[in-house]
């Protein structure tokens, strides 16, 4: 009997309260990290990571936090941010400034980069630049000076001024003036050249954060500095 409650202390001391909470927590987050971006999606939001300074409807935003529809990202010199939106990622590159709008996003001046498999648009003044037949694309829109740079790194690209549209072939390039209708010629192959290139720095600092997004947003759920800054009212 003596052999029987030793062996039964054994066995019980391990899953005492004190033992159990930390895996809980780890079990919590980690289900909260898999689960958040499902919830978003639905209520028509998406993720935002940002690296160096990055504003959201004028505060200024942290590493990681939740943006919404009308909600307009602003980045400095030498930052940048991702909207990470179901099936879509647009990389906001130094001195831009777009609005997030569920499937698309306005575009002020700036330079965005946009990864889709879910048709996500780009709207530049009297443009709409959109994925064309298929919905996945990657594409790149820089607006500087007065002048729209559109190109088509993977897939042909819809662009549209309200009036009439044209398809931009993959690896093609194409420049309009704000005040254009749909007449550019193209340029052949875009080979990424844009008007506003993203430093060494931000393109280090923003990769790394999208890389190792499921421990930083472990640390930061810990440490409490993810919060939500949008000002759009339910």
Known sequence: MGFLCCNMAEFTTPTSEDTLRPQWEKVL????????????????????????HVMVNGSDSP???????????????????????????VLVQPNSSVQFKGNSVDMGNGDVLVTTSKGMAVKV?????????????????????GMIVIS??????????????????EGQQMTHSDSDQIS?????????????????????????????????AILLTQTGSSHQLSNVQP
């Open 29 to 52: 987050v980690i289900g909260f990290i898999l689960f958040l971006p499902t919830f978003l999606f639905a209520a028509g939001s998406a993720m935002l990571t940002t690296a160096g």
């Open 184 to 216: 550019a010629k193209n340029r052949p192959p875009a080979s990424a050249t844009s008007a506003v290139h993203m430093s060494r720095t931000a393109a280090l600092a923003i990769g790394g954060v999208i890389a190792g997004g499921a421990t930083a």
């Open 152 to 169: 088509a790194r993977q897939g042909s690209l819809n662009i549209s001024d309200g009036k009439s549209s044209e398809v931009l072939p």
């Open 125 to 145: 003044g009297k443009f709409t630049i959109s994925p064309a037949a298929a919905q996945s694309a990657k594409f790149e829109v820089s607006h500087a000076a």
């Open 63 to 89: 590493s990681f936090s939740a943006v919404f529809i009308d909600d307009v990202i602003a980045t400095a010199s030498d930052s940048a941010s991702t909207i990470n939106a179901q099936g879509s990622m």
